[in-house]
């Protein structure tokens, strides 16, 4: 059964903390995503890795950076968050190959900044 | 512009009552359409992927179906446990990773 694990399912932060969200797959997919979703503007793209080390910026980069160390493991960073990065973040995974292909999704991140 | 647009935004059933939800699309040479099911406060389960006109793929009460323009997801006389936001989602029409995602239908059955 594939899987997608998110490190919280609910997160309260203070503005200009530095906030970490991590997600780790184990269906040894070579892609990863990270989003965030918002009422009435549905998920948007934040980064994309395709591979260790290797990262794309999505539609929403600015105020995050991300991580892969390793294939199976994708971070999310708000360096400094801010109120309005409050939000649900998704972790999606997906194979890479002869494509395209559906997106596994994790459980959810909702985080707070207050 | 890549587009998807979902209809209608919200949708109230009877348990029984059989409907639609519609994904309409606007990329050049489809790749690929994804159907997901998202609950509440959780992340999006996927539930279809169809690749070309005519094609359907069937999931208990679930049926996708679709044609150049737009998919739907048909629904057969549905349950309670059938409530929940349904996404559509396509590829955009160059590159592989910036997928398109409908707003959803939030889809509600009562008993």
């Known amino acids: 059964d594939v899987k997608v694990t998110q490190s919280s399912r609910y997160l309260v932060k203070r503005t200009g903390e530095k906030v970490f969200l991590e997600c780790v797959q184990d269906?040894?997919?070579?892609?990863m995503f990270w989003y965030r979703q918002d009422p009435g503007l549905g998920l948007r793209l934040i980064y994309f890795?395709?591979?260790?080390?290797?990262?794309e910026k999505g539609d929403i980069p600015e105020g995050y950076s991300v991580s892969r160390e390793k294939k199976e493991r994708f971070s999310l960073i708000l360096e400094s968050a801010s109120t309005n990065q409050t939000s649900m973040y998704l972790c999606?995974?997906?194979?890479?190959?002869?494509?395209?292909?559906?997106?596994?999704f994790g459980p959810g991140t909702r985080l707070t900044v207050t | 512009e890549d587009q998807v647009t979902q209809s209608p935004e919200a949708l109230r059933l009877q348990e029984g009552e059989s409907s639609s939800l519609n994904c309409s699309y606007t990329?050049?040479?489809?790749?690929?359409l994804f159907w997901y099911r998202q609950d509440p406060g959780k992340g999006p389960e996927f539930l279809f992927t169809l690749y070309s006109a005519g094609e359907e793929k069937e999931k208990e009460r679930l049926k996708a179906t679709l044609t150049k323009k737009e998919s739907f997801l048909h629904i057969t006389a549905p349950k309670p446990e059938d409530s929940a936001t349904y996404l559509c989602a396509v590829p955009p029409t160059s590159g592989t990773y910036k997928y398109i995602f409908g707003t959803g239908t939030r889809l509600k059955v009562l008993a």
């Open positions: 990329v050049s040479g489809l790749r690929g």
């Open positions: 890795s395709y591979d260790v080390k290797m990262k």
């Open positions: 269906m040894d997919h070579e892609n």
């Open positions: 999606a995974s997906s194979p890479q190959g002869q494509g395209p292909h559906e997106q596994y």
